[in-house]
């Protein structure tokens, strides 16, 4: 059976590991300071350090990122079915993956505020089915659905924040998603025994905004599945233990991209005025976040076995 663990800290004490049961945490023996340290144990080792004493939810217990920033933040774009086909791709045409990073100082928790930087006018949410990995590898490796958990260790939420007016006019992918709170992930960290791979095939994600539902789909329409991606990813990049994937994000973003033609248009003009274009258009979109709104994200299995938690979070100047 998985392991809802979540990490949490009291009244400004070091941060600590329990098991989440309910609305209640059964605190971990085991002192580890990363997640990289805590995917050492085995689950066997991990059931055996939980204590029996008994943590509310409470107020003076705060939720933090069970994914510490020693780990890497790898990405995939444009990986769910619809949000393909409302960015003019044919999904099954499409052979290989979009990747990009986003820095682990985005790292951040899964409750709390996410702060808008001053020179940031087009705000986007993007809720994510991310995979914790959980082996280190140091060339290309083949993964399939045999092997996978050999490589995911578990999974979590993540919320793909992204500053638009930076990452399309300036082509900064990983500048316009890495600013400080860009990268909530949490609250829970769900260990997965082999047989539960399956669950990755079957997981539903919604987001809201002040309540408005913005997105929701299942990862049943993931074009490229974790096993496939890994593969891909491995070619470019070393895995450790501890670090994550960001699977891509359903259709529903504040984003609103132009249909290809006049993409293709517009690919004509000067820089400054195609994306001075583009900015006028993307300001009059009302589904950008704005100081003050909510943001909640969800994942959870459809038959309700796995329970990723809930992000909740407010959106703030900086200060």
Not at 19 to 24: F, I, M, S, T, V
Not at 146 to 153: G, I, K, T
Not at 212 to 224: G, H, K
Not at 268 to 277: E, S
Request: a neutral charge.
């Amino acid at each position: 059976m998985s392991l809802s663990l979540v990490r949490f800290t009291r009244s400004n004490a070091s941060p600590s590991w329990g098991l989440l049961q309910g609305g209640e945490i059964r605190p971990l023996s085991i002192p580890c300071t990363t997640t990289a340290a805590l995917l050492a144990h085995s689950h066997a080792a991990i059931r055996a350090s939980v204590q029996d004493s008994l943590l509310p939810l409470a107020d003076n217990l705060q939720l933090l990122s069970p994914i510490t920033r020693d780990a890497k933040v790898l990405c995939q774009g444009a990986n769910y079915r619809q949000h393909m086909l409302d960015s003019g791709v044919d999904p099954d045409a499409k052979r290989f993956n979009m990747f990009f990073t986003k820095s682990s100082a985005s790292i951040h928790d899964p409750v709390g505020s996410i702060v808008r930087p001053r020179h940031v006018q087009l705000l986007d949410y993007e809720v994510e089915l991310t995979l914790v990995l959980g082996k280190a590898t140091t060339s290309a490796v083949k993964v399939s659905a045999a092997n996978l958990h050999e490589y995911v260790a578990g999974i979590c939420i993540g919320n793909d924040v992204s500053a638009r007016c930076v990452q399309i006019p300036q082509m900064q992918f990983h500048k316009g998603k890495s600013y400080r709170t860009f990268c909530p992930l949490g609250p829970v960290l769900c260990l997965l025994e082999p047989e539960e791979m399956h669950y990755l095939d079957d997981l539903q994600l919604s987001l809201t905004v002040n309540g408005e539902v913005r997105q929701q789909d299942s990862t049943a329409n993931l074009v490229f599945k974790p096993a496939e991606t890994l593969t891909e990813y491995s070619q470019i990049a070393d895995f450790n233990p501890g670090d994550v994937i960001m699977t891509g994000t359903p259709s529903g973003c504040a984003l609103g991209l132009p249909n290809p033609t006049v993409v293709r248009a517009s690919a004509m003009l000067p820089d400054p005025v195609r994306f001075g274009l583009f900015l006028k258009a993307q300001l009059r979109r009302p589904q950008y976040l704005k100081n003050g709104d909510r943001v909640e994200v969800r994942i959870a299995s459809r038959d309700g076995r796995l329970d990723l938690g809930v992000q909740r979070h407010t959106i703030v100047p900086e200060a």
